[in-house]
């Protein structure tokens, strides 16, 4: 089972566009991937249907570029701290909680932010985040055990 991929970000908005990128290099791969683009509720929809989805987004928490952020969502609501990480007008968490409400949050998400250093408008990565969004692929084709994970537990339902 191969886990769906949900890019999110606006790739002329600099680092915002590194779900994007991530997004080509993967697809290439072979993998299923959706680029939501700024609209979260194309997230939802494409949560719907999968038995294990990662989502990918640039974050800003003030933390260095390039540093990846793993949450995985598990039984509880998301902390209200996620909300802040986004830019869009329905919040990555609201929309996570949303697909939970509407019962097509997958078994597992794993959401991955990669906090960006450049927001304004124009096009390209910043080099700290380019070199992460390297690092991070690198990862995931090396073998699906190798997607960097957390520790946050899964409730069966």
């Known amino acids: 089972m191969r886990p769906r991929v949900l890019a999110l970000g606006n790739p002329f908005r600099q680092d915002d566009g590194v779900g994007p990128w991530i997004a080509k290099q993967l697809r290439t791969a072979g993998l299923e991937v959706l680029e939501v683009g700024d609209d979260l509720?194309?997230?939802?929809?494409?949560?719907?249907?999968a038995d294990e989805a990662w989502v990918v987004e640039a974050v800003c928490s003030g933390q260095p570029p390039g540093t990846l952020h793993v949450l995985e969502v598990?039984?509880?609501p998301l902390p209200a701290a996620l909300?802040?990480?986004s830019s869009h007008v329905?919040?990555?968490?609201?929309?996570?909680?949303?697909a939970r409400a509407l019962g097509v949050l997958p078994r597992r998400t794993v959401?991955?932010?990669?906090?960006g250093r450049r927001f304004g408008s124009g096009e390209g990565l910043s080099p700290e985040?380019?070199?992460?969004?390297?690092?991070?692929?690198r990862s995931i084709l090396a073998g699906p055990g190798n997607a960097p994970v957390t520790s946050t537990p899964q409730r069966d339902t």
């Open 83 to 85: 909300n802040r990480l």
């Open 90 to 98: 329905l919040s990555l968490s609201e929309a996570l909680e949303l």
């Open 74 to 76: 598990g039984y509880d």
């Open 41 to 49: 509720t194309r997230l939802v929809e494409g949560l719907a249907g």
């Open 111 to 115: 959401v991955y932010g990669l906090e």
């Open 129 to 137: 985040v380019r070199q992460a969004a390297e690092a991070f692929i």
